[in-house]
């Protein structure tokens, strides 16, 4: 996983509540046995749709989505993540996400942000009237800035979660900054348990 300190880039308004992971990436999707390719089925059901705001040349550089709330909702599937940082997105932006969602974000490293309903409000009217808007996440911080709409919001996060991005831990780079540990264990206990 990479270190995430600041994400800096444009947005996607998707202003929709209750997206829940089949919508996110179907479930014909979920057969593939590599863990690359899923950014094709990424809302694939309304990405057939032709005003679908991913259909809109405007947001086709954006790299943070910022959704209604309750994203993420549904099943525990990681590949809603995969889906969504292999489009290009660091980021999502919502009022609230299932627990399982967010929680899969913060393992695969994919930025979970929560932010009052008005302020997603606010910035989806930003980036509808200049989709060039830019808009930073500081994990460092635990802000969002949209300077040109004059938002600076803070964001909830725990010191653990922060620490994973900063550092770009997932839970096997975790488990290895604790190596010696484990190692002297290794060597310390009995024989018959090897």
Not at 64 to 72: M, N, R
Request: charged fraction near 25%; proline fraction near 5%.
């Amino acid at each position: 996983m990479k270190a995430v300190d600041v994400i800096t880039g444009t947005g996607v308004p998707l202003k929709r509540s209750d997206v829940d992971t089949d919508q996110i990436i179907p479930a014909e999707w979920l057969k593939q046995v590599e863990r690359t390719g899923f950014e094709k089925g990424l809302f694939s059901a309304w990405r057939d749709q032709q005003d679908f705001v991913l259909n809109d040349e405007r947001y086709a550089s954006a790299s943070i989505l910022v959704a209604g709330p309750a994203f993420g909702v549904g099943s525990s599937r990681e590949h809603a993540v995969w889906a969504i940082q292999q489009y290009g997105f660091d980021a999502v932006i919502a009022p609230s996400f299932s627990d399982i969602f967010g929680n899969n974000c913060t393992k695969n490293g994919l930025v979970p942000v929560v932010l009052p309903e008005a302020t997603v409000e606010a910035i989806w009217s930003a980036i509808e009237r200049d989709p060039q808007t830019t808009i930073v996440v500081d994990v460092e911080r635990r802000t969002v800035e949209v300077p040109g709409a004059d938002i600076d919001e803070p964001f909830p996060m725990d010191d653990a979660t922060r620490h994973r991005f900063l550092n770009g831990l997932d839970d096997i780079g975790i488990t290895m900054t604790h190596a010696n540990a484990i190692d002297e264990f290794e060597q310390t206990r009995a024989a018959w348990l090897h």
